[in-house]
Nanobody, 128 residues
Framework: QLQLEESGGGSVQHGGSLKLSCAAS?????????MAWFRQAPGKEREGVAA????????YYSDSVKGRFTISRDNAKNTLYLQMNSLKPEDTAMYYC????????????????????WGQGTQVTVSS
């Protein structure tokens, strides 16, 4: 059974940086999964932030984070990353990593509907 565990969240000031990690366990086939980061702020719907193909060659970002966040993965370590720079107070949310098996392309990869495995989340708080 695949398990995902996020880490790296914390509190930073406006303009600061954080790097989130998502460690996968319980599978030998991590490198065949598309992965993504989502976030959810209190009172708001869950939002797709960034997605990455199985081999890491393809990435897609929401407009709200494009140019500031970078998604990457190390398949040898079964780990997904999200480097977050130039953080803004509106980036404050619980961040989750997730796995999907079905193909997706572009914006469809940020739709949470087909993601079947989720981590517990890590909190990111950005103060002004």
């Amino acid at each position: 059974q695949l398990q995902l565990e996020e880490s790296g969240g914390g509190s930073v000031q406006h303009g600061g940086s954080l790097k989130l990690s998502c460690a996968a366990s319980g599978t030998r086939y991590y490198n065949v999964f598309r992965m993504a980061w989502f976030r959810q702020a209190p009172g708001k719907e869950r939002e797709g932030v960034a997605a990455i193909s199985a081999d890491g060659s393809g990435t897609y970002y929401s407009d709200s984070v494009k140019g500031r966040f970078t998604i990457s993965r190390d398949n040898a370590k079964n780990t997904l990353y999200l480097q977050m720079n130039s953080l803004k107070p509106e980036d404050t949310a619980m961040y989750y990593c997730a796995r999907r098996l079905e193909f997706c392309d572009g914006a469809s990869c940020l739709n949470d509907r087909d993601y079947t495995n989720w981590g517990q989340g890590t909190q990111v708080t950005v103060s002004s």
